[in-house]
C-alpha cells in the first residue's frame, strides 16, 4: 500500500514535468502551405485564392522555427510593391538566420503585393488599384488587394507576437529613413511597441497615436498587429526604387538588434545613436494632376513658409507652390514628375 502510494505520487510528479516541459517546449508552425518543425527552415507560399477581378495569387513566405521556444516574429516585405530594399533584406536574412540558434519562430513575408511587384506598379495592386497598406485587415470577399490583406491577417498576423512592416520611399519618393511608432493606450503594449523602435536602430522614430483603435478596420499591416494587442513597427528605409546597400544593410541590421532585443538569438543589440523623436508631421498633398518639381531633398531642415516644391499644369505653368507648414525636416517629398489629384507631394516631420 505504502509502495503503492509512493509509485503514484512519483508517476504523478512525472505527469506533471511531462505536462509544464511539453508547454514551454518549441512546436510545429504552420503558416499556409508551410509547416516547420522546431529546428527547421521551410518556404513556400501562403495561396491568396482567384475572384472575379484577378486569377489567384501566390505569395512567398519562409518560417524559421528554432529549437528553443520564444516568441513569434513576423516580418513582413512588399506591402508596397516598388519597395526593394525590405525584399532584398529578407532575401539576406533567410539564409543568414539558423534556426538551431533561435529561440522562437521568425515568419517572413517576402513579397505581400505580388501583382504589384511583378508590374512595378506604386502605391496600388494593378488589378483592383487599391493601396494594401490602406486595406486591412481585408476581406475573403473583397478584391484582389483585399483578399491578400485577409490572408495575411489570419495566417501571420493572429499568429505573431511582435511585427516589423519593412516599407521604404516608393518608386516615386525621395524618403529618409524613419520608423513609425503607435501607441494605442494599453502601457504594457506600448512600452514593448517603444522599445521595439527604440532596439531598431533606425534614428529618427515617428510617435504616433491617433491610428484607428478598431479591429475590423485597422487600416495599416502594423496597425492590425497593433489592435489585435501585438506590439508593431513600420519601419522606412530606401527612396526612389533603388536597392542602395546602406538602405538594405539598415534593416538587416535593425532585424537583428530585434533578434537580440527579444533574446531570440545571442548578443547586444547594436544602437549606433540615440533616437530622435518626431512628434507630428503633416502630408501636404497635391489639389490637381500635374507635374511635380521638387526644390529639396530628404532629411533637409526647412523653415515655415519656406517654398519646398511646385506643381505644373501639363504646359509648364505654376498651379500650386507648396509650401513647408512648420520649421522641420524632410521626412520624403516626390521626387519624379507625375502627380496625381490627392495624392502626396510631401511629408514634413517636426521634432520634439
Ligand atoms: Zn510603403
Not at 490637381?288 to 529639396?296: M, T
Not at 530628404?298 to 500650386?320: M, N, P, S, W
Request: charged share 25%; proline share 7%.
Amino acid at each position: 500500500m505504502k509502495k503503492g502510494k509512493i509509485l503514484t505520487c512519483f508517476a504523478l510528479i512525472t505527469l506533471c514535468f511531462l505536462l509544464v516541459s511539453n508547454a514551454y517546449a518549441q512546436k510545429s508552425l504552420t503558416v499556409g502551405e508551410v509547416t516547420a518543425a522546431p529546428g527547421e527552415k521551410k518556404s513556400g507560399y501562403l495561396v491568396v485564392p482567384a475572384g472575379s477581378d484577378a486569377p489567384e495569387v501566390k505569395v512567398p513566405i519562409t518560417i524559421i522555427n528554432g529549437k528553443e521556444p520564444g516568441p513569434v516574429l513576423a516580418l513582413t516585405a512588399g506591402v508596397h510593391g516598388y519597395e526593394y530594399p525590405p525584399v532584398i533584406a529578407l532575401q539576406r536574412l533567410r539564409k543568414k538566420l539558423d534556426p538551431s540558434m533561435l529561440s522562437g519562430a521568425v515568419i517572413m513575408v517576402h513579397v505581400a503585393n505580388m501583382p504589384s511587384f511583378m508590374k512595378r506598379t506604386v502605391y496600388y495592386n494593378p488589378y483592383d488599384w487599391k493601396n494594401q497598406n490602406r486595406s486591412f485587415p481585408g476581406s475573403p470577399d473583397g478584391t484582389m488587394t483585399e483578399r491578400t490583406a485577409w490572408v495575411i491577417t489570419k495566417e501571420v498576423i493572429d499568429q505573431c507576437d511582435y511585427l516589423i512592416d519593412n516599407h521604404c520611399g516608393d518608386g516615386n519618393e525621395d524618403l529618409m529613413p524613419f520608423l513609425y511608432c503607435t501607441e494605442v493606450g494599453n502601457p504594457e503594449q506600448d512600452r514593448k511597441t517603444r522599445e521595439l523602435a527604440v532596439n531598431f536602430g533606425i534614428k529618427v522614430i515617428i510617435h504616433e497615436i491617433d491610428r484607428p483603435k478598431d479591429p475590423s478596420q485597422s487600416v495599416y499591416c502594423a496597425n492590425t498587429a497593433l489592435v489585435r494587442g501585438k506590439p508593431a513597427i513600420t519601419t522606412e528605409s530606401g527612396k526612389l526604387g533603388r536597392s542602395d546597400e546602406e538602405d538594405i544593410k539598415r534593416l538587416t541590421h535593425g532585424i537583428y538588434n530585434t533578434l537580440k532585443h527579444l533574446d531570440m538569438i545571442d548578443g547586444e543589440v547594436q544602437l549606433l545613436f540615440d533616437p530622435v523623436w518626431v512628434t507630428e508631421y503633416q502630408i501636404i498633398r497635391s489639389d490637381y494632376d500635374g507635374i511635380f518639381y521638387p526644390l529639396v531633398h530628404r532629411a533637409q531642415h526647412v523653415q515655415k513658409g519656406e517654398l519646398i516644391g511646385y506643381l505644373t499644369d501639363f504646359f509648364g505653368e505654376t498651379i500650386q507652390e507648396v509650401k513647408s507648414p512648420y520649421d522641420g525636416i524632410v521626412l520624403y517629398i516626390i521626387g519624379t514628375p507625375p502627380m496625381g489629384k490627392g495624392e502626396p507631394m510631401a511629408s514634413i516631420g517636426k521634432f520634439k
